[in-house]
């Protein structure tokens, strides 16, 4: 993977999202042949779905090295995940180092390589939700603090960035990495078991993610949310990948929302993503998932109260809900009268932003 005569680069991912990120500049990077590069997993997450075949399905090489940190808190993870990669360093310093998304990892990485003095960009740079309250908006706080050049999906985290102060000639607006992996797996999505198995029709379920703690966490909380959604979604069935952590809360409530909620195994991306693209819509609390709804021209509802991709309400086929599960109703009931925007994708979602990453390294490397 790497030679004594390039510049090496280090690619760092901490959670499964990240490598998705991280796989088109991956393949950029040896199109172009310019750069080394080694891929390096914090072991920030223990995923179970991220067996051999993850990164044989999705045409992501397995990580170079592996920091094994696993689990923990907040700041035992910061702390495994500063060490480890100061120790990579140390053994062998890389020319620049590049962090993606808003996970630990993303932060720790990025203030231990300042401090060894290497360079850093932060891919999706300049994102912001403004609410603190989210471990995530701290790690993009702080990694933003740190960051030398910011590769940036939307005109909104370029204002973020230049209200901040960072000089322009810093910031390079590429586009969306996570949009060129969908685009690249669109033809390889494939059908789920569960979807013969649940008797589901295409465009006649909805797909529900939900695992923010202000959602999920109190029993009640999700009771009545789980109700809004059962009373208003008509005759369509309901399809919830539950994370294991939230089924020990699911299992704490007693009531029947009966056969037309479907609690399922979490899924793989191709088939998670196929059931997107063939559902009615989606509800969720995740901030990834409304951008490949809005390429994928799905009805989205987000049951936050902030969002740190506001180009997919402002330009795509995202509406922001809020957490009170009483006006969920007003957009479901337009939803069913054929009534949702249409949306488009966003400016440079094209599948090309890995290329464009690239071609900047040329300059900063």
Known sequence: MTNNTKKLIDLIAGARPNFMKIAPIIEALKKDGVFD??????????????????FEDLGIPMPDLNLQVGSGTQAKQTAGIMIGYEKVLLERKSDFCIV??????????????????????????????????????????????????????????????????????????????????????????????????????????????????????????????????????????????????????????????????????????????????????????SGGITEETTVMRIPCMTMRDNTERPETIEVGTNELIGTDPAKLSGYLKRLYAGEWKTGQIPELWDGHTAERIVRCLHDVV
């Not at 590069?37 to 993850?54: E, N, V, W």
């Not at 960072?166 to 669109?186: A, E, P, S, Y």
């Not at 939230?246 to 479907?262: H, P």
């Open 100 to 285: 993606v998304g808003d996970v630990t990892s993303t932060m720790a990485c990025a203030i231990t390589a300042q401090k060894m003095l290497v360079p850093v960009a932060h891919v999706e740079g300049g994102i912001r939700s403004g609410d603190w309250t989210m471990p995530e908006e701290i790690n993009r706080l702080a990694t933003d603090a740190v960051t030398n050049y910011f590769f940036t999906t939307s005109s909104y985290a370029n204002d973020n960035l230049s209200k901040a102060g960072v000089d322009k000639r810093r910031i390079f607006f590429v586009g969306n990495t996570m949009i060129d992996t969908l685009l690249r797996q669109m033809p390889k999505l494939r059908k789920p078991e569960i979807f013969d198995q649940a008797g589901l029709e295409a465009k006649k379920f909805i797909v529900l993610t939900l695992h923010r703690p202000a959602n999920v966490d109190d029993p009640a909380k999700l009771k009545e949310l789980l109700d809004a959604i059962v009373a208003d979604t008509e005759n369509d069935k309901i399809i919830w990948p539950v994370h294991p952590r939230t089924r020990k809360v699911l299992a704490q409530i007693t009531s029947d929302f009966g056969e037309r909620l479907i609690c399922a195994e979490p899924m793989g991306y191709l088939e998670f993503n196929w059931m997107v693209k063939n559902s009615r819509a989606v509800i969720t609390d």
């Open 37 to 54: 590069y080694r891929l390096i997993h914090t072991g920030q997450h223990y995923d179970k779905a991220m067996s051999g075949s993850f």
